[in-house]
């Protein structure tokens, strides 16, 4: 067991290093070279960023013993941002500012409607342990819907971008190699104050971390700068890695008698959002809270309608046939998650939008009041 959960963690910490360190400055450049506009290249980085989940629910969804795993990661990570990273963005904005800082009601609201709304229509769905194409079109058609009733939502320009870009925080490896010292020279995109200029030269100086060698190695002398080529072998890593790590859970599964979708909706979520409790602890630090919960929704809502859709209706389209499968516990564990997030969404608006310690320690205990309700349904 052991052997299986270090194997699976450490494949997930180089995945998310691969996704913050070289997808996300490879989809740049593709935005710079392709002149696109602030919010084309707002969609290309939601895209971009959501390759790792989008490549998981693909291959789950080729063995019909897989697809609760698919389902489980990504809905999971949603319920793991809902209560931790809030959780944790509450106490650190009071630990380092003494007092609570405060998020967006319009935003907010309108994130979590949607959300709501894709996590009902998500419960239907999976009522009847079958998945149709015109079930997955309309989940998938969702997302369209949701950026033109953002667009027309939207007072500025530039809030379009904070729904749906991740790479405005400090990437993992400078997480790896962080001290605490070193807090107050860092801004929130991570770069020294004063020394924006000097970026490429900080890069350059910087060690990589020994805990991630081999990934760093790997993929420094294989990943090109030419942003096309690079994005295709980035893209075929995702799908390597993606597949490690389902292989071990294939041998997790068997050898322990869990569901797929238990370790999807638990164990999957921990590792596959070490990069987002960075974001919620360096966002309370500089009080960029409403960025990171435009952020942390946003990219969840992508991952619900597109991940979700658009895999489902790709491998119906192949097979020719509706999406079967035999996991009882999914249906009960959407309910448990939409009272979670509704729960989550009250006690936010019990605390006047506040990020209290209070309400930080009430997140993270529902979570851990999840974590033992899926562990109890096994």
């Given at each position: 067991m052991i052997i299986l959960s270090a194997l699976f963690f450490y494949v997930l910490s180089g995945q998310t290093y691969l996704s913050n360190d070289y997808l996300?400055?490879?989809l740049e450049s593709l935005s710079t070279k392709w002149h696109l506009s602030e919010t084309g290249t707002g969609i290309l980085m939601a895209l971009g960023m959501s390759i790792p989940e989008l490549t998981t629910n693909i291959l789950s969804c080729f063995k019909s013993s897989r697809i609760g795993y698919g389902?489980?990661?990504i809905v999971g990570s949603g319920v793991f941002d809902f209560t931790v990273c809030f959780g944790l963005m509450s106490l650190f904005s009071n630990y380092y500012h003494k007092r609570a800082?405060?998020?967006n009601l319009k935003a907010l609201m309108r994130d979590i409607y949607v959300y709501l709304l894709t996590l009902l229509f998500l419960t239907f769905v999976f009522w009847d342990?079958?998945?149709?194409?015109?079930e997955a079109l309309i989940l998938t058609l969702f997302y369209p819907s949701y950026l033109l009733y953002s667009l027309v939502q939207m007072e500025q320009k530039d809030d379009f971008q904070l729904s749906h870009q991740k790479h405005h925080f400090p990437?993992?490896?400078?997480f790896l190699d962080f001290h605490p010292e070193q807090a107050e020279d860092l801004d929130v995109d991570g770069k020294e104050i004063g020394q924006e200029n000097q970026q490429e030269?900080?890069?350059e100086e910087q060690q990589p971390s020994k805990i991630l060698l081999p990934f760093t190695l790997l993929f420094k002398f294989t990943i090109p700068k030419h942003p096309e080529l690079a994005?295709?072998?980035?893209?075929?890593?995702c799908f390597l890695t993606v597949n490690v790590t389902m292989t071990v859970v294939d041998e997790f599964v068997e050898q322990f008698s869990v569901s797929p979708a238990f370790v999807g909706l638990t164990i999957a979520s921990w590792g596959g959002n070490i990069q987002d409790i960075l974001n919620a602890s360096l966002a309370a630090k500089n009080k960029k809270t409403e960025l990171a919960t435009s952020s942390i929704i946003g990219s969840q809502i992508m991952n619900l309608q597109i991940c979700l859709g658009f895999p489902w209706v790709l491998t119906m389209l192949i097979w020719q046939r509706n999406i079967t499968f035999?996991?009882?516990t999914i249906s009960q564990s959407m309910l448990a998650i939409m009272t979670v997030v509704l729960t989550s969404f009250f006690l936010m608006l019990q605390q006047k939008l506040r990020l209290t310690y209070k309400l930080g320690v009430m997140l993270l205990s529902i979570y851990l009041l999840y974590f033992i309700y899926e562990l109890l349904q096994q």
């Open positions: 996300m400055p490879c389902f489980g990661a800082l405060r998020m342990y079958e998945i149709s194409l015109t990437t993992l490896l400078q030269q900080v890069q994005f295709i072998i980035i893209s075929f890593y035999y996991d009882e």
